[in-house]
C-alpha cells in the first residue's frame, strides 16, 4: 500500500519555530543541494497576507544560512503593478538586506521556453531562474481567487509566477487556459518544499484592493505535495463558509484536478502534528 503524502500542522502562529522543525526534518535534503531558490508570494505592493510574511521568509533565509547554504529570492508580482517599485517598497525586500541579497523580479530577467504538460503538450516560457535551481522552497499563503473559477490560491498557484509577463496577460485575457497553465508550469518546476501560512487568510479574493477580508485560522502547515497541501487548505477555507468554494469540492477546481491527473500530487494525505 502506498503511503499517503504527509501534511506537517502546527496551530500555531510561531513562524520561526515551524520552519525550524520543517528544516529538521527535510535537513539532510536541503544540505546537500547547491543552488537553493526562495519563492515567496509576491502580488502587490500589499503586505501580509496578500502577500508572504516578513518573518516566514526571515525564518527561511535563517536556517538556510544556518546550514550553510547560499541561496536566492525571487518572484514576478502581478502583471498589472509596477513590478519594480513593489519588490522595492515590500517589506520582504529589508528582509532580504538583513542577509545581503536583492530579490529577483521574475518579470524582468530572461526566460526559457520549454514544453509542459496540462491537457496536450503546451510550450510555456518560464523564468530561467526555478529551472537552473537544483532545490526549491515555495512560501505561499492561503488565500481565496474568485477570478477565472480559480477557487483559491496556495502551493500550486504559487508557481504562476514564473510564467513569462505576457503569459499571465494572455491567462487572464482567457487567450490561454489559466488552469491549463497552473498545473503545467508544476509539471516542469514543482517546488521541492512548501510552508503554507495561513496563520491568517483572504476571504472573498485574493487582495484586499479586490475585496479580500482578512480572518485568522492561526494554522502553519508544510509538505512536499502541492496537490494535497490544497486540498487540505480547501478545506481549511471551506470550513470558513467563503461562498466562492463552500457548494464545492477540490475535484471542481479544474487546475487541481488537472494536477491530479498529470500526477504533481494526491488529493489524499495524512496529517501530522509538529
Not at 492561503?142 to 498557484?157: E, P
Not at 495561513?198 to 508544510?222: F, K, S, W
Request: aromatic letters at 8%; one cysteine or more; a positive charge.
Amino acid at each position: 500500500m502506498v503511503a499517503l503524502p504527509l501534511i506537517y500542522v502546527s496551530l500555531s502562529d510561531d513562524r520561526q519555530k515551524f520552519v525550524k522543525k520543517i528544516f529538521d526534518l527535510f535537513h539532510d535534503e536541503i544540505a546537500a543541494k547547491q543552488r537553493i531558490l526562495v519563492k515567496p508570494n509576491i502580488v502587490s505592493a500589499e503586505g501580509y497576507p496578500t502577500t508572504t510574511h516578513p518573518d516566514m521568509l526571515e525564518a527561511v533565509c535563517s536556517e538556510l544560512r544556518r546550514i550553510g547554504k547560499d541561496f536566492f529570492v525571487g518572484d514576478g508580482p502581478a502583471v498589472d503593478v509596477n513590478s519594480r517599485a513593489v519588490l522595492k517598497k515590500t517589506a520582504l525586500n529589508e528582509v532580504c538586506r538583513k542577509f545581503e541579497l536583492e530579490i529577483i523580479n521574475f518579470n524582468k530577467v530572461g526566460t526559457e521556453r520549454v514544453k509542459g504538460a496540462g491537457g496536450g503538450w503546451i510550450a510555456y516560457s518560464l523564468c530561467r531562474i526555478p529551472l537552473e535551481c537544483d532545490y526549491v522552497i515555495s512560501l505561499p499563503v492561503l488565500k481565496i481567487h474568485g477570478r477565472k473559477k480559480i477557487g483559491l490560491t496556495s502551493a500550486l498557484k504559487n508557481q504562476f509566477g514564473y510564467l513569462s509577463k505576457a503569459g499571465r496577460i494572455a491567462c487572464h485575457l482567457g487567450l490561454r487556459n489559466i488552469h491549463k497553465a497552473i498545473a503545467g508550469i508544476n509539471v516542469l518546476a514543482k517546488p521541492d518544499l512548501f510552508i503554507v501560512d495561513a496563520v491568517e487568510v483572504l476571504l472573498g479574493a485574493n487582495e484586499v484592493r479586490h475585496g479580500g477580508r482578512r480572518e485568522r485560522l492561526g494554522i502553519l502547515y508544510g509538505g512536499q505535495d502541492p496537490v494535497s497541501l490544497d486540498c487540505y487548505g480547501f478545506r481549511l477555507l471551506q470550513e470558513k463558509g467563503d461562498a466562492e468554494i463552500t457548494s464545492r469540492s477540490p475535484k471542481d477546481i479544474p487546475y487541481i484536478r488537472l494536477a491530479t491527473e498529470l500526477k504533481i500530487g494526491s488529493p489524499d494525505y495524512q496529517l501530522r502534528e509538529i
